[in-house]
Nanobody, 123 residues
Framework: QLVESGGGSVQAGGSLRLSCEAS????????MAWFRQAPGKEREGVAA????????YYADSVKGRFTISKDNAKNTVYLQMNSLEPEDTAMYYC???????????????????WGQGTQVTVS
């Protein structure tokens, strides 16, 4: 189970940090990522991290502004979001898939475990 937290409302230029705690399972060798979906738009992968090696991957739209990281001791993945823009407004989902690695372009179908989502609103 993946449980997200940290969403909220922020003004443009502000920052938020999302957290995703994996409970009941440790994703020791796979990919954990963040997807987002805005109303009327397709789901978009924004960042991913390979849980074994720590390699990170980003969508061009967030590169340089978002940072994905993990704390193995807490079994938690984070998404630090800086310089937020109104276009970043969306429901953000934590996703995971054990085994294999992270691949670009991000595809929702590559991930079988999804959290319930946390809303991010930038005005």
């Amino acid at each position: 189970q993946l449980v997200e937290s940290g969403g909220g409302s922020v003004q443009a230029g502000g920052s938020l940090r999302l957290s995703c705690e994996a409970s009941g399972y440790t994703f020791s060798s796979g990919c954990m990522a963040w997807f987002r979906q805005a109303p009327g738009k397709e789901r978009e992968g924004v960042a991913a991290i390979y849980t074994r090696g720590g390699s990170t991957y980003y969508a061009d739209s967030v590169k340089g502004r978002f940072t994905i990281s993990k704390d193995n001791a807490k079994n938690t993945v984070y998404l630090q979001m800086n310089s937020l823009e109104p276009e970043d407004t969306a429901m953000y989902y934590c996703v995971a898939e054990e085994g294999g690695g992270c691949y670009l372009p991000f595809r929702a179908s590559d991930f079988s475990v999804w959290g319930q989502g946390t809303q991010v609103t930038v005005s």
